[in-house]
C-alpha cells in the first residue's frame, strides 16, 4: 500500500474563509483525511489554528526562500509557493500530492484523483479538456486566452514521488525566484504559464479531463451544465471541483469580475444555487472582516507600507541586496532606507522607489516622461500627492 | 577777392622736385596752405613788396617748403619702406602661389594614383570574394561530398514526407529531398508550392503539389497571408494532402531542414497515436541565457512545428483539421496575443485532444533552440546529440549570405567552429546557391 496523497493549499490570511470553506468540503467528502495549507503570510491574529479545520504551515516550514517576502507580492507569494509546497509534502513522505487553489470547492470523492496523483510523475488539468468549433465566439474568446494564460489551469495540479518531478517542481521554483506576474511581453502569467514547458521536461504527465473537475468559465463553451437530481453535472460529469475563480462574492451576479459582463451567473441556472451557498459559507467563514485583513509581509519594521515598486527593486538588485540583511527592517544601512533615498544628486530629490515605480509603471512613465531632467519639478510636486499615495500600492503590472 | 585769387593760382617755379609719389602729394597740398597764410597776413588790395616786385606768394612758398622738408623726407623714407615691403611679400606670395601650385600638383597625381589603388582594391576584393565563394562552393561541394559518402543508407521509408515551399524558397525543397534520398532512399517526398502559377521546375528530387491542389480557396489563402505566413498557414494541410495521397505516416519537414539520420524513431515514437511533436527542448535550457531562451520557448510554443508526424488515420485528420481551422483566418506574429504564426497553436492542440505522443529525443529535431545545451558528435552522416542519432538538421534563420552566422534570430549563437555541425552548413548553403541560382 503506498503512503497516502496530500491535499494542499496555499493563501494569504485575507482568504482565510476561502481556505476554511474548502477544507471543510475535502473532509466532508473524505472523511478522517484533512488537507493542509501553507499560510503565506504572518499567523492570522486571534486565530486558534488547532482548531481550523486543516493543517498549517508557514514559509519557513516549506523553505520559501526568506527574500521571497519581500520579491513578492502578497498575491505572487501565494501563487508562486506552489513548487515548495509540493515539493515539502513529497520529502516528508506523501505518496502523492494534489495541490487545489484556494478558491474551490469539493463536491464528491476524489479518489481517482489521489490515484491519479500517485501514477504519474506530474498530472496536469488542460483549461479545454476538448476541441471546439472556434467559430462559437465564447471558445474563440476562451481559447484567446489560454493562449496567453497557458494550457494548464494552476488550480488543480499533482505530483508523486518520482526524481522528474522532483526536479520539475524545483524548476518551477527557481523561474519564480524574482517573482511571479502577470507580464505577457514575457511569457509569464503567474504561476501557471511556466506549466506549458512541463511536456518538455517530464515524460510522464498525466492529463486529467474529467469535465466534472476544475469548473470555471472555461468549462463553458459548448458544455451543458445542469443540475440533475440535485447534483451539479457538466457534460453528463457530476462537478466534483468547483472552481470560484475571479469570482467576487460582493457582485454575486458576475462569474469573473476581471470579465465584466462576459460571464454572468444567471447565464448558468445550474450555477445560481451553488454560487449563493458558496457565498452564504463565506460570509459565514469571516469573509467581511477577513477580505481585508492587512498582510503580514506588507509593511516594514516602522509600520509603513511596502511598495510594489521597492519589491521589484530588491528582486532586480540580485546578490547585492544581502548586504541589507532583514529587507523589513528600518533605520540605518537598511533596504528601507536604501529605497528612500535620492536616486541622484539633483533638486529637488527624487526617491529611488519613485524611479523604480517609474520604470515599471506606464501611467507614471506616460505621465513624467523625463523624471530626472524636464519633468523633475512636477514629478516631486506629485509623489506628494493623493494620487501618488494611491498608485504607491498598485501592482506594477497589472494583476487580476 | 577778384584780385586775391590771381596770385594764388600763379606757379612760382616748380615746388616739386620730382624724388617721387610722396612730394607731388606735399605740393598740392602745400598750395592750398599757401593760400591759406596769405590770406592769414590779411593783404588786400596793393602790398608793399609787390611794389618793390617781390612775389609774397614765393616768399611763404619757400618758407612752407623749408618746413616741410623734413616731415617730407621721412615720408618718403616710410614709403620707400613700404614699397619694400610691398615688394618684399609681393615677392613672397608668388613663391607661395608657385609653391601651392606643386602642391596641386602633387595632389593631383596623389589622387590620380589613389583612384587607380582604389580600382584595384576592388578589384582584388571581388577576386578576393570570388575566391572565398569558390573556396565556399568548393568546401560545400566537398562536403557535400562528405556526408554523401558517411551516410549509411536505411533504405525506405514507410512514411511520406511532406514539406510547404513558395518559388522563392523552392531550394529548401531540393536540399530537403536530396537529404531524405540519401538516409532513405525511394522514400517520396512531396512539396506543398504556395505559388499561384505554374512554374517549369525542371527535374525534381520531388512531387510538387500546387496549393490549389491543397485546399479548396487557395486564392483565399493567398490573399490572406503574406509570403512565408502563407507558407506555415499551409502545414495542416499539406499534411492532409499526404496523407491523402498515401497508405501510411506523413512526416511534416519545414523548410530549411537537412535529414540526416534515420526518421525511424520518429515514427516509433508516433507508434499508435494520431500525432507526434517534439518540443522545442527536452531539459530546462542552460547557461547565462537560460531565462530570455526560456521566455522565448514560451511565447514561440513548447512543441516546434519543424517537425511532425502523423498517422494515416481520422483522429490525425481531426486534429489537422482543427488546427487548420485556427491558422486559416489567422497565421500571425503576435506573442502578446499568444500567437507565433502557425507554432503556438500546436501547444493547444496538445492539450484537448488526446493521442497526441510527446517525442523528446535529444536527436530528433536539432535547431539553434536547442544546440547550445546538447553535445554534438561524430563525424558527418554519424551526428550524434547527446550520444543519440541526429534524425533531422534544422538551420531556421540561416542566410547563405552570412554563411558564419548559424542563425538571424540570434546572430552569436554557436559562433566560431562547430565542429561537424559546419560541414551540414556548408552542405546545404551549397544546396541552396546550387538549387536557386542566388548568387550571395
Known amino acids: 500500500m503506498s503512503a497516502p496523497v496530500a491535499w494542499v493549499t496555499a493563501a494569504a490570511c485575507n482568504y482565510l474563509p476561502q481556505v476554511r470553506v474548502l477544507a471543510r468540503s475535502f473532509t466532508d467528502h473524505h472523511p478522517g483525511r484533512r488537507m493542509t495549507v501553507l499560510i503565506t503570510d504572518a499567523p492570522p491574529p486571534g486565530v486558534d489554528l488547532a482548531a481550523e479545520p486543516y493543517d498549517v504551515l508557514f514559509p519557513d516550514d516549506v523553505a520559501i526562500p526568506p527574500g521571497w517576502l519581500m520579491t513578492h507580492t502578497r498575491k505572487a507569494l501565494a501563487a508562486a509557493s506552489k513548487p515548495h509546497l509540493m515539493r515539502h509534502v513529497l520529502e516528508r513522505g506523501a505518496g502523492g500530492v494534489v495541490f487545489v487553489d484556494p478558491d474551490m470547492i469539493v463536491l464528491g470523492p476524489m479518489t481517482d484523483i489521489d490515484t491519479h496523483a500517485i501514477r504519474h510523475s506530474l498530472g496536469l488539468r488542460p483549461h479545454l479538456t476538448r476541441p471546439g468549433d472556434r467559430t462559437d465566439d465564447a471558445l474563440a474568446f476562451v481559447e484567446d486566452q489560454v493562449l496567453m494564460a497557458g494550457m494548464f489551469n494552476g488550480g488543480l495540479i499533482t505530483a508523486s514521488s518520482t526524481p522528474e518531478a522532483a526536479a520539475f517542481l524545483h524548476w518551477w521554483a527557481s523561474v519564480q525566484d524574482q517573482g511571479c506576474a502577470h507580464d505577457l511581453q514575457r511569457a509569464e502569467h503567474f504561476d501557471q504559464r511556466w506549466l506549458d514547458l512541463a511536456p518538455s521536461m517530464v515524460d510522464d504527465i498525466g492529463l486529467v479531463r474529467d469535465p466534472g473537475l476544475d469548473v470555471a468559465f472555461w468549462s463553458m463553451p459548448g458544455a451543458e451544465i ?110 528601507h532606507e536604501w529605497l528612500a533615498a535620492p536616486a541622484d544628486d539633483g533638486a529637488p530629490p527624487i526617491p529611488r522607489e519613485w524611479m523604480e515605480a517609474h520604470a515599471h509603471q506606464p501611467r507614471i512613465h506616460g505621465m513624467f516622461p523625463d523624471p530626472l531632467g524636464e519633468d523633475r519639478h512636477r514629478f516631486h510636486a506629485w509623489i506628494g500627492s493623493a494620487e501618488a499615495r494611491e498608485a504607491r500600492q498598485q501592482p506594477y503590472l497589472m494583476e487580476r | 577777392m577778384t584780385a586775391d585769387r590771381g596770385p594764388s593760382r600763379h606757379h612760382d617755379g616748380p615746388v616739386t622736385g620730382g624724388t617721387g609719389p610722396g612730394e607731388s602729394t606735399g605740393h598740392a597740398g602745400g598750395g592750398a596752405a599757401i593760400d591759406d597764410l596769405i590770406r592769414l597776413i590779411g593783404t588786400t588790395g596793393a602790398t608793399p613788396w609787390a611794389t618793390e616786385g617781390i612775389s609774397m606768394r614765393a616768399i611763404v612758398h619757400r618758407a612752407y617748403l623749408r618746413a616741410l622738408r623734413p616731415y617730407l623726407r621721412r ?121 499561384d502559377e505554374a512554374v517549369d521546375l525542371g527535374a525534381l528530387p520531388f512531387v510538387p503539389a500546387h496549393l490549389d491542389a491543397v485546399v479548396a480557396d487557395a486564392h483565399a489563402w493567398r490573399a490572406r497571408h503574406d509570403g512565408i505566413a502563407l507558407e506555415y498557414a499551409a502545414t495542416p494541410d499539406a499534411i492532409r494532402f499526404a496523407l491523402d495521397q498515401a497508405d501510411g505516416p506523413v512526416i511534416f519537414i519545414k523548410q530549411e531542414s537537412m535529414v540526416v539520420g534515420s526518421l525511424q524513431p520518429v515514427l516509433d515514437g508516433l507508434g499508435h497515436s494520431a500525432l507526434a511533436l517534439i518540443p522545442h527542448v527536452v531539459a530546462a535550457p542552460t547557461g547565462d541565457d537560460a531565462d530570455e531562451r526560456t521566455r522565448d520557448i514560451l511565447l514561440a510554443g513548447t512543441f516546434n512545428g519543424g517537425v511532425i508526424a502523423a498517422a494515416n488515420s481520422a483522429a490525425a485528420r481531426e486534429m489537422l483539421a482543427w488546427w487548420s481551422e485556427r491558422v486559416r483566418g489567422e497565421c500571425v506574429h503576435d506573442v502578446e496575443r499568444g500567437r507565433h504564426f502557425e507554432q503556438r497553436w500546436l501547444d493547444l492542440l496538445a492539450a484537448v485532444f488526446d493521442g497526441v505522443a510527446v517525442l523528446r529525443g535529444p536527436g530528433l529535431n536539432v535547431g539553434h533552440w536547442n544546440i547550445g545545451d546538447r553535445v554534438l558528435s561524430g563525424a558527418p552522416g554519424h551526428l550524434r546529440a547527446d550520444g543519440h542519432e541526429v534524425a533531422v538538421l534544422r538551420f531556421s534563420g540561416f542566410d547563405p549570405g552570412v554563411p558564419d552566422v548559424l542563425t538571424r534570430y540570434a546572430p552569436d549563437r554557436l559562433a566560431g567552429s562547430r565542429g561537424a555541425l559546419d560541414t551540414y552548413l556548408a552542405a546545404f548553403r551549397h544546396e541552396l546557391i546550387t538549387h536557386s541560382g542566388m548568387r550571395p
Open chain 1, 226 to 335: 445542469i443540475l440533475a437530481g440535485g447534483t451539479l453535472m457538466v457534460d453528463r460529469h457530476p462537478c466534483r471541483l468547483l472552481h470560484f475563480t475571479g469570482f467576487i462574492p460582493e457582485d454575486p451576479n458576475t462569474l469573473v469580475a476581471y470579465f465584466g459582463d462576459r460571464f454572468r451567473l444567471d447565464a448558468v441556472p445550474a450555477f445560481v444555487d451553488l454560487y449563493r451557498a458558496y457565498c452564504d459559507a463565506l460570509a459565514r467563514e469571516g469573509r467581511a472582516t477577513w477580505r481585508a485583513a492587512p498582510y503580514g509581509f506588507g509593511t516594514f519594521e516602522d509600520g509603513s507600507p511596502v511598495p510594489d515598486a521597492g519589491r521589484r527593486a530588491y528582486a532586480e538588485m540580485g546578490a547585492e541586496r544581502h548586504r541589507f540583511g532583514d529587507p523589513f527592517r528600518t533605520g540605518r544601512g537598511s533596504f
Open chain 2, 75 to 195: 615720408r618718403a623714407e616710410v614709403d620707400a619702406a613700404i614699397v619694400r615691403s610691398l615688394r618684399g611679400i609681393t615677392a613672397e606670395a608668388a613663391g607661395l602661389r608657385a609653391e601651392a601650385g606643386a602642391i596641386r600638383e602633387v595632389l593631383r597625381v596623389t589622387e590620380d594614383r589613389l583612384e587607380t589603388l582604389a580600382d584595384a582594391l576592388a578589384s582584388a576584393g571581388a577576386r578576393a570574394r570570388g575566391a572565398e565563394e569558390r573556396a565556399r562552393r568548393a568546401e560545400g561541394a566537398l562536403a557535400l561530398h562528405l556526408i554523401d559518402a558517411g551516410t549509411p543508407a536505411r533504405g525506405a521509408l514507410d512514411a511520406t514526407i511532406c514539406t510547404v515551399v513558395s518559388r522563392a524558397t523552392i531550394a529548401h525543397a531540393h536540399a530537403l529531398a536530396r537529404s531524405v534520398e540519401r538516409v532513405h532512399p525511394g522514400t517520396r517526398v512531396i512539396a506543398v508550392i504556395t505559388d
